[in-house]
């Protein structure tokens, strides 16, 4: 409910304090007072998008301060908890603007744009009147509202859902089609690249093993010869069978020398144990590089072919592996590509089964959620003095999407056997008003409490007895809840249970707007006033007193 409102040097008003109440609040004043500009103001501080020039002339920026009471289980609370907000029970929403157009917003004291204001606006405030294109005169929102009259939000969902999965498969089956393509292009490239891999076989670390033994194989040509040299010289053709020689020779005359070759026969048997040492390993390393020249070609060969393909590939010898591995994948999922294409086709399938069973089934709760509507207001038009027109809620065949295949539009016929059409094109101002109101009037038994409907001289054009009517359904719609109405009707305005007065003050050539709440004798002054004119007789108080009840 809206409790306060407090607006400060905007348009031609100075400064204003309201303290509206629950049930049913009327605003009346002469034309020109001001009523609009104390609806501008209050679509600013929601976030509305409005007229740019607001603020008075000479003040330095505009303020509107809106002060909403949220009982338990307002849809604001939801909003203010999704922005971060610790929901209380009181919400205040604050904005300013400049002269040069600058606009900003706060929530209980939070910074937050407009969006926000104006997400919070929805679940706040209803706004409805003969121009209103943010309620039920826009087309757009007509499937929405039927929806919400029908308590259709789980088969919706169910809809949404169903579209989402419906969504995911045909991406995931494009995604899969055109990979396959992809690799389709190149089938011959894989085919072959692959052949070739396999074939050859590369190992980690194989063209590193490969380069040493050929480097060392090469090597061994050159200095095979010299060791093989050394190791005759070693050998019993050299120095082994020299020393051999001198050590025999020595030892068979040992006996006679007195002692004396004791010590050399004793360190040429050393020498020849070194000797005999030196000997096996050069023979060892002869053994070594002992190779057959066809060992060291095969080497080349195949070192030269993983650095052709490695080069051949762009990639890096040891890297040979792991593009076999990448190829040899790709091409399996090439060879199974047309089961796994058939597979999310089928799912596809699948999904779109889902979709059409939910979309049907939700296109025919559509239909007769719309029977039950077009009921509701043909006997809510009876009443309003419109028993012969026709309400008719229209649900066509539209592109499947998220919200069905469903284009919802109401549609009205003013006269028997004369054509439907859209709300805004077929009916008068006064007819127009009285549609709103009858559709408005169903639509609030199947919402939720709590928000502030605000009707714009809905009234407009109808008097006497239609325009009793027009505010008997008022009242009842304001029971249990706030309404707002700004009116010219006396029958509307005697009905109010909170009036208010909106009036234009000249001081010094400077023209304000003021609105100021009347007791029971200044409303039956006013309403006498709407029906007499600026002559109040004692006629038109009694008319006013018969009125007010």
Known sequence: MLRALEIRDMLIIDRLDLDFQPSLNVLTGETGAGKSILLDSLGFVLGWRGRAE???????????????????????????????????GELIMRRINTPDGRKTGWVNDRRVSGEVLRRLSETLVELHGQHDDRGLLN??????????YGALEIPADKVRKTWRDLGKARKTLSAAQEALEAVQAEEDFLRHAVEELTKLDPQPGEEAELDAKRRMMQSAEKIRDDIAQASTALGYDGAEGAMASALRWLEGVTDKAEGRLDSPIDALTRAMAELDEAARGVADCLDALAFNPAELEEAEERLFAIRGLARKHQVMPDELVELTAKLSARLEALDA?????????????????????????????????????????????????MER?????????????????????????????????????????????????????????????????????????????????????????????????????????????????????????VTTSDVVPLSPDERETEVARMLSGDTITPEARAAARALMG
């Open 54 to 88: 607001l603020v008075r002339q000479g003040a330095k920026q505009g303020e509107v301060t809106a002060v909403f009471d949220l009982p338990a289980g307002h849809a604001a609370l939801a909003v203010l908890e999704d922005l971060g907000f610790d929901p209380e």
């Open 337 to 385: 590509g047309g089961a796994q294409i058939e597979a999310l086709t089928q799912a596809v399938r699948a999904a779109e089964t889902a979709y059409d069973a939910a979309a049907n089934s939700l296109t025919e709760a559509r239909k007769a959620a719309a029977a039950r509507l077009d009921a509701a207001v043909s006997g809510e038009l009876a009443p309003l003095k």
């Open 139 to 148: 087309p757009k929102g007509h499937r929405a509202i039927l929806d919400s």
């Open 389 to 509: 027109a026709v309400f008719q809620t229209e649900v066509a065949e539209a592109p499947e999407g998220p919200d069905g295949r469903d284009a919802v539009q109401f549609t009205v016929a003013t006269n028997p056997g004369s054509p439907a059409g859209a709300l805004n094109k077929i009916a008068s101002g006064g007819e127009l008003s009285r549609f709103l109101l009858a559709l408005k009037v169903c639509l609030s038994e199947e919402r939720d409490g709590g928000v502030t409907m605000i009707f714009d001289e809905i009234d407009r054009g109808v008097g006497g007895a239609t325009a009793d009517a027009v505010g008997r359904r008022l009242k009842d719609l304001a029971e249990g809840g706030q309404v707002l109405v700004v009116t010219h009707s006396p029958q509307v305005a005697a009905l109010g249970a909170h009036h208010w007065k909106v009036a234009k003050n000249v001081v010094d050539d």
